[in-house]
């Protein structure tokens, strides 16, 4: 589903009977987005988009973050995932990540947040509030399995090597 500007043409013999949806480059919303809301409009409640923050267009990984926030305070279970890393939004409901101990993660912010809490990492936090421009979240380790816990704001745990989230 997609412009498939990016796709080989034709497509490879392996992914000949797929079915495919194409629109044009031309659009208001990225390929992503519309996946997301296909899957949504089939039922889907949970969804992992593969290839998300890879490749070599930075503002397509970023989008996938804005998307997975929205569609998460949607009721909607996203992650993001592309082999190196594993990308995971925030909420004031603990969320627990099987980390293994020594993988490093990162909690990136897309808005100031109140009452973070950090538990399981090298440098806990215990109901810490930030400014968006705070970098303290950047680069933890985690000592085993890490719960995270956010009362406000939106904020995505970044893990690294997706061998390492379960």
């Keep these: 589903m997609g412009d498939f ?35 949504i409009a089939l039922g889907a409640t949970q969804i992992t988009l593969v290839g998300a923050l890879g490749g070599p267009r930075s503002d397509h990984a970023f989008a996938h973050f804005i998307l997975a926030l929205r569609y998460f305070r949607q009721g909607i279970e996203v992650a993001l995932i592309d082999g190196a890393e594993s990308a995971f939004p925030l909420s004031a409901k603990p969320r627990r990540f099987e980390l293994e101990p020594g993988a490093q993660f ?27 421009t705070s970098i303290l979240t950047q680069s933890n380790e985690a000592a085993g399995p890490v719960i995270v816990t956010l009362a406000e704001g939106d904020a995505m745990l970044l893990a690294q090597a997706d061998r390492n989230v379960r």
């Design 5 to 39: 500007d990016s796709a080989p043409q034709p497509p490879p013999v392996a992914l000949a009977g797929v079915k495919r949806e194409t629109f044009p480059s031309d659009k208001d919303k990225t390929d992503g987005e519309l996946a997301i809301e296909a899957a």
């Design 106 to 132: 990162s909690i990136l912010k897309f808005s100031a947040v109140r009452g973070l809490t950090i538990d399981g990492a090298k440098w806990p936090l215990a109901n810490v509030d930030l400014p968006f």
